[in-house]
């Protein structure tokens, strides 16, 4: 399967979108996809990191790029009548710097790839003596 075929499969919302702004969209973020990390794992990697960079420029878009949306952590709470939210404060959390990993828990395709990278990049432990 190719990435082009998986994003097609997986992200069905950007059935309007050229295969040609996908494959920009691809050309954009595969430096940030290792296709020797992810093996067999790679085209659907692909997809869904371009999914989520196409899900949060339309974020970006419908929002601002200064709204509490796009800027602030992950929504932590929620009330509907007189709309009030509240977002995690990124920059006092242990990972602050990680904002990119931070944000692909934005959309589902984030999520999907963040869970891809659990599977196929496994991190080294070592143990101080």
Do not use: C
């Not at 075929?5 to 996908?22: G, H, I, K, M």
């Not at 999520?111 to 003596?129: D, Y």
């Amino acid at each position: 399967m190719t990435a082009l075929q998986a994003f097609r499969l997986v992200a069905s919302e950007f059935s309007a979108t050229s295969d040609e702004t996908v494959d920009v969209v691809f050309s954009l973020v595969a430096p940030q996809v290792s296709e020797s990390k992810f093996g067999k794992l790679y085209p659907q990697a692909l997809a869904y990191l371009a999914a989520h960079w196409l899900a949060w420029q339309a974020l970006v878009t419908s929002s601002g790029s200064s709204a509490g949306m796009t800027t602030g952590g992950r929504v932590t709470s929620e009330r509907e009548g007189d709309l009030s939210r509240s977002y995690a404060d990124n920059s006092r959390s242990p990972n602050a710097s990680g904002s990119f990993f931070d944000n692909l828990e934005r959309t589902a395709y984030g999520l999907e790839f963040k869970r891809l990278v659990r599977m196929a990049i496994v991190p080294l432990a070592t143990r101080m003596g």
